[in-house]
């Protein structure tokens, strides 16, 4: 009798009534749980529980039972809300930009203040024109509620299974299927998830013929920016089903991690190898480059991206890499959409975007036979397509162990005045008895910081030219020794007007730990151009200066600045909201889509990456001090262009620094790159800016969403600023790196 109970209880568990698929996938975010936790404890591949929450399969007993159980707990735990809680009173704190999802906004050009953020090198904050509008970035695909396809009999390689949502109109026929696919395996049949919703039949069995596919006939890829310049190769992910399909490891050994590649004895190499398919120098990893060498304008290149390979760092990605292969492509879609096709890191992508924005050559026809060839000189604007010989960088440029050092003893270690050392503030300071007084302290975080310090921006496009004695020209992109030890803080000049501060409570706008200077020293351009600004005399006694130079920069910003914007937009936070909604709109601003959000983040660690890129150190690879590595083989090393990016952004932010002791009287009590900390009586930024009717303090901090603008950063109390440098024994410990959370770590490495 009990096997007969025991046959019903199995009947009754595989007609289990389970929620929506919307409804599932609510419930394991609401849990914090991930796919592969699920897929975990239920015994089943990750792409079989992405299938259940997108609607494409439905669970069979006996994983039906348990995940029904499942998600009847988590209902318990996490009920769904009233429909009529859905949408926010009128009344609500938050804006009403927050009921429905807003379009996109045509990327406008900073007002003068937003301008002043990014301005040249000049005294007065307002003599900065705006820069030249780029057009709107496109609207984020829509999420595809469930991804429908033909019949297993209709194997028409390309099949549309969807018509893609959003497509401009225009659009290139030859890219009409989107810039990318996320390449799954789902029910035994290979799909490719494209932007817009739609989902491609993918016939192919091996890696080659994937590759031969992609190129032929799923008319993927990315039209050029400019005229000069190449259409972006086709993107193709992976998921750790397509790897297991296609015969590559789901994850990367130590050895294999360590050397960023599979070895080149792997079957899928050999493939390749065999069907004449090259790789890059990096070989086969996580972004894996196969062509083969182009024939006149016919380019033949596949991009592939292998998520669990670590392809998408979680640091710049986020969750990412966890994500179905829809809502995967929905991200990389929109990121590729407004900024460029990834074509490796974001760092990478960063530095990839200046080149396609300022293609090295362009295309003249031959006088005598009449073909277009590459000219011979570079293209105007660019950074041409040879790289400056490491032997003519300027030694104080340079990082130690570059080529050009190699003369140098073996522990000597330079100084001030032999190495430019242009980076961002990492400064803090007790805090004044008043201050102690005080019950919060209040962390403000400039946005997109080194995208504003990088546009108007003069860089050199060229080599340097050795002077000495040289007359300082502050349109003249270069580095300068010079002796700014003079400049006292506690007079300077504040536009035509001198101005008392009390300069022990500021840092210094020349070094990165505050410290006054006390002799001469290398700095970039603008360091030197701040100094007189200030109201002081500057005499270098050499210089290497750049009179090929031009604002490289502009264009890279415009377009990473339009694609922050609309995706912040997208995310309910539009860039002309009053202080008071601005913060609102900044409230809880990731969960209102988590996936855009991924794509803010990586917006930005696409600007930070690509400068920090300029200056590449060596990554192993056997290298030994003296010796060139990789990167110096490229056209876009160039350490002075990120030092001069990265003094204008310290710059900018001590002027505001500056303006604002002069008004108010206050003075910030740590700064750790882009986030400054006050002490105020009050946990809101409103309780210490100097807002009048809306209008922010000129020249000084402005609340706001644009690059150079400023948003709340995190809060905490004066009591527990004071507790963590008593526990560390640290009176100078900065609190800015904490002021977030609160949350302290490991105080010896700066975690």
Not at 192 to 219: F, M
Not at 457 to 482: I, Q, R, Y
Not at 645 to 659: D, E, F, G, Q, Y
Request: charged content about 25%; glycine content about 8%.
């Amino acid at each position: 009798m009990s096997e007969l109970f025991d046959a019903v209880d199995a009947l009754l568990a595989s007609r289990a009534t389970l929620p929506p698929p919307t409804e599932r996938k609510r419930l394991r975010a609401a849990h914090g749980l991930t796919i592969d936790e699920v897929a975990t404890a239920l015994q089943v591949r990750r792409a079989t529980v992405s299938g259940w929450e997108s609607g494409k399969t439905e669970p069979r007993p006996p994983e039906r039972d348990a995940y029904a159980r499942l998600l009847d707990k988590l209902a318990e735990l996490y009920p769904a809300a009233p429909a009529s809680t859905a949408t926010p009173a009128p009344d609500a704190a938050v804006p009403a930009t927050f009921t429905a999802m807003p379009a996109p906004v045509e990327a406008r050009p900073p007002s003068t203040g937003e301008a002043s953020e990014a301005a040249a090198m000049t005294a007065t904050e307002n003599s900065q024109t705006s820069p030249t509008p780029v057009a709107a970035a496109p609207a984020a695909a829509p999420r595809p509620a469930r991804a429908t396809r033909t019949s297993s009999t209709s194997r028409r390689p390309g099949a549309k299974k969807a018509a893609p949502a959003g497509t401009p109109a225009g659009a290139d026929p030859r890219f009409e299927n989107g810039p990318l696919a996320v390449v799954d395996v789902e029910d035994g049949q290979v799909l490719a998830y494209c932007t817009g919703g739609l989902v491609l039949d993918v016939p192919a069995k091996s890696i080659p013929a994937l590759v031969d596919w992609t190129l032929r006939e799923a008319k993927l890829g990315q039209p050029k920016f400019v005229g000069p310049g190449k259409d972006a190769d086709p993107l193709i992910v992976l998921t750790e089903a397509a790897c297991e399909r296609y015969g590559l490891p789901v994850a990367l050994t130590e050895e294999e991690r360590h050397a960023g590649r599979i070895p080149e004895g792997h079957k899928v190499i050999k493939q390749l190898t065999r069907a004449d398919w090259q790789l890059t120098k990096r070989g086969f990893g996580p972004w894996a480059r196969i062509y083969r060498p182009a024939k006149g304008s016919n380019r033949q290149c596949v991009q592939l991206c292998i998520p669990s390979w670590n392809a998408l760092d979680p640091r710049f990605w986020g969750t990412a890499g966890q994500l179905p292969p829809a809502e995967l492509a929905r991200v990389l879609g929109v990121y590729a959409t407004r900024v460029m096709t990834p074509r490796g890191s974001t760092a990478v992508t960063g530095l990839e975007l200046m080149t396609a924005l300022h293609p090295p050559t362009y295309a003249v026809r031959d006088e005598e036979t009449g073909a277009l060839r590459q000219a011979d000189e570079k293209a105007p604007g660019s950074l041409g397509k040879d790289p400056i010989d490491p032997m003519n960088f300027p030694p104080c440029e340079v990082p130690d162990g570059h080529p050009v050092l190699k003369d140098l003893p073996r522990f000597h270690v330079r100084g001030p005045a032999e190495k430019l050392f242009e980076e961002a503030y990492d400064w803090a300071r007790p805090m004044t008895d008043a201050e102690c007084t005080l019950r919060h302290l209040v962390g403000i975080d400039v946005n997109m910081a080194f995208g504003a310090g990088a546009n108007g921006l003069p860089v050199g496009l060229g080599e340097a030219t050795h002077v000495t004695n040289p007359v300082f020209d502050p349109k003249l992109p270069g580095s300068w020794l010079v002796d700014l030890s003079h400049v006292d803080l506690s007079r300077v000049k504040a536009g035509k007007e001198w101005v008392e501060l009390d300069g022990s409570l500021l840092p210094s706008p020349f070094t990165p730990k505050g410290d006054r200077p006390t002799g001469p020293a290398w700095y970039a351009t603008p360091t030197v151009a701040y100094a007189v600004e200030l109201g002081y005399d500057v005499a270098p006694t050499e210089a290497y200066v750049r009179h090929d130079n031009g604002r490289y920069l502009d264009s890279w910003y415009n377009r990473l600045r339009a694609a922050y914007l609309a995706t912040m937009v997208d995310l309910g936070v539009d860039a002309d909201l009053s202080p008071q909604d601005f913060l609102a709109a900044m409230d809880g601003y990731k969960a209102r889509d988590p996936e855009l959000t991924i794509v803010t983040t990586a917006i930005k660690a696409t600007v930070k990456g690509g400068i920090g890129k300029l200056r590449e150190r060596p990554r192993g690879e056997g290298w030994k001090p003296g010796e060139p590595w990789r990167a110096l083989s490229r056209p876009t090393w160039r350490p002075d262009i990120r030092a001069a990016v990265i003094a204008r952004t310290r710059i900018n932010l001590h002027r505001k620094i500056v303006k604002h002791a002069a008004f108010t009287g206050q003075y910030p009590i740590a700064i750790l790159s882009d986030c400054v900390v006050y002490a105020a009586n009050g946990p809101s930024p409103l309780d210490f800016l100097p807002y009048r009717e809306g209008k922010p303090l000129p020249g000084g901090f402005k609340l706001g969403i644009n690059p150079g603008l400023v948003k709340h950063e995190g809060t905490q109390t004066v009591l527990w600023g004071e507790e963590v440098r008593d526990k560390f024994n640290a009176p100078e410990l900065n609190l800015a790196r904490y002021i977030k959370d609160g949350t302290v770590t490991d105080v010896d490495n700066g975690e």
